[in-house]
């Protein structure tokens, strides 16, 4: 079933490898290893939305964190450039990476966005619609969780739960966009 369901396009070079918010506990790290690989020496990191917390300063915001994993992982901080601003999802992903395609100065016509395995399928389709006319192309490589892989997700809790929340956001995202 996950086979259906997961797109995990091959990796080559791209001008922008592209950390989307949530999962930076695995999303950062497949973005360093990609270009650490020397498949791009550009990361774009979303500006996610600070959660309450993080606006109290009680811990680093997201964005910070997925920073600091792709420094710390040896990527240079001079090609790791923020877009976005107060980003919540998918879409608000996909309209700020648009945006900053066409104002940053920068021709970009290719970018891979590593991503956990069922969000891959509707990141390759948004991103691709949105983007579409721009002359920018989609890959969405996996970007495997520390608990759960393609191949044995049913057996954790977690991946189920990704598995059915990727089904109804995905249903979500067709009705509405």
């Given at each position: 079933?996950?086979?259906?369901?997961?797109?995990?396009?091959?990796?080559?070079?791209?001008?922008?490898?592209?950390?989307?918010?949530?999962?930076?506990?695995?999303?950062?790290?497949?973005?360093?290893?990609?270009?650490?690989?020397?498949?791009?020496?550009?990361?774009?990191?979303?500006?996610v939305k600070l959660s309450p917390t993080a606006e109290l300063s009680l811990?680093?915001?997201e964005t910070d964190?997925?920073?600091?994993?792709?420094?710390?992982?040896?990527v240079n901080p001079d090609d790791i450039i923020r877009f976005g601003r107060d980003v919540a999802s998918t879409r608000d992903e996909a309209v700020a990476l648009r945006e900053w395609a066409g104002t940053n100065g920068v021709r970009i016509r290719s970018v891979a966005i590593p991503t956990d395995p069922f969000h891959t399928r509707r990141v390759h389709w948004f991103f691709s619609k949105v983007l579409n006319g721009t002359g920018v192309r989609v890959t969405t490589p996996v970007a495997n969780p520390t608990d759960y892989t393609t191949t044995n997700w049913w057996t954790h809790e977690a991946g189920l739960i990704a598995f059915q929340n990727e089904v109804v956001k995905s249903g979500v995202y067709l009705l509405r966009y």
């Open positions: 079933m996950a086979a259906m369901w997961v797109i995990d396009d091959p990796v080559g070079p791209v001008d922008a490898i592209v950390v989307l918010g949530g999962g930076a506990d695995y999303r950062p790290f497949k973005a360093a290893e990609m270009y650490l690989a020397g498949l791009s020496k550009r990361i774009l990191v979303a500006n811990h680093r915001s964190i997925s920073i600091g994993v792709l420094t710390n992982r040896g």
